[in-house]
C-alpha cells in the first residue's frame, strides 16, 4: 500500500523568505510523485512532478522538488516566496489499478505568506 | 485544448434528498475519470474512477453512486444525502497511458461545494 505523509498541515512565511514543505511516502512499487498547488475555492492545479531521471524536478514559477530515494522524501522548495503563492500545496504518489492511476494524496501543507 | 468542467459551483441540500453532480471534458477522447472529496481541514479522497462507459469502479463504501453515460461525462449522484457528505468535490482527467497508467498526470476541475443541512 501507498501513503504520503506531510508533516506541516500550516506553514507561515514572511514575503521573499524561503520556505520547504516536507513530505515524506511509502511505497511497494515503483515511484511517481507529484505535487499540486489548489489556490482558495478553486480545483487543484499540478505543479511538478517526478516520473524518472533527474531527481530534481522544478516548475515554472519558481518551486522546485528533489526526489530522495533513501529518505523517501520529495520535499518542496521555493527560495524566495510572493504572496501569490499563498494556497494549499497537496504532495501525492501514484500507483496503478484497474488500468487506471489512483492518486493517494497527503493531508495537504497550507502556505500563508506574510507581508 | 483540453478543459474540464463541473456544476453546480456550490450546492446547499438537505439531509435526505437526492444529488446529481456533473463532470464534462472536452478536447480529448477516452479519458481516465475521478471522482474525489475534500472535506473540511481533511485531505483528498478518491471515491470512483472509470476506464470507459459504463466502467466504474468504488474506492470506499458510501451512499453515493458514479455513472458514465457518455464517453466525456461523469456523474455523481445519491439517493439520500447524509450530513456526512458535506465537502469539496473534485472530479479530474487523465489520458491513459497505456497497461501501466502509472505516471499519467490528473487534471482536475473547479469542484463543487457541498453543504448538506
Known amino acids: 500500500a501507498q501513503s504520503v505523509t506531510q508533516l506541516d498541515s500550516q506553514v507561515p512565511v514572511f514575503e521573499e523568505a524561503p520556505v520547504e514543505l516536507r513530505c515524506n511516502y511509502s511505497s511497494s512499487v515503483s515511484v511517481y510523485l507529484f505535487w499540486y498547488v489548489q489556490y482558495p475555492n478553486q480545483g487543484l492545479q499540478l505543479l511538478l512532478k517526478y516520473l524518472s531521471g533527474s531527481t530534481l524536478v522544478k516548475s515554472i514559477n519558481g518551486f522546485e522538488a528533489e526526489f530522495n530515494k533513501s529518505q523517501t522524501s520529495f520535499h518542496l522548495r521555493k527560495p524566495s516566496v510572493h504572496i501569490s503563492d499563498t494556497a494549499e500545496y497537496f504532495c501525492?504518489?501514484?500507483?496503478?489499478?484497474?488500468?487506471?492511476?489512483?492518486?493517494?494524496f497527503g493531508q495537504g501543507t497550507r502556505l500563508t505568506i506574510n507581508p | 485544448s483540453q478543459t474540464i468542467h463541473q456544476w453546480p459551483a456550490t450546492l446547499v441540500q438537505p439531509v435526505g434528498s437526492p444529488l446529481s453532480l456533473e463532470c464534462t471534458v472536452e478536447g480529448t477522447s477516452n479519458p481516465n475519470l475521478y471522482w474525489y472529496r475534500q472535506a473540511a481541514g481533511r485531505g483528498l479522497q478518491l471515491l470512483f474512477y472509470?476506464?470507459?462507459?459504463?466502467?466504474i469502479s468504488s474506492e470506499v463504501p458510501q451512499n453515493l453512486s458514479a455513472s458514465r453515460p457518455q464517453d466525456r461525462q461523469f456523474i455523481l449522484s445519491s439517493k439520500k444525502l447524509l450530513l456526512s457528505d458535506s465537502g469539496f468535490y473534485l472530479c479530474?482527467?487523465?489520458?491513459?497511458?497505456?497497461?501501466?497508467?502509472?505516471?499519467?498526470?490528473?487534471?482536475f476541475g473547479p469542484g463543487t461545494r457541498l453543504l448538506v443541512l
Open positions: 472509470s476506464v470507459g462507459i459504463g466502467q
Open positions: 479530474a482527467w487523465s489520458v491513459p497511458s497505456g497497461t501501466s497508467g502509472v505516471g499519467e498526470t490528473q487534471y
Open positions: 501525492a504518489v501514484s500507483g496503478i489499478r484497474g488500468g487506471a492511476q489512483k492518486l493517494v
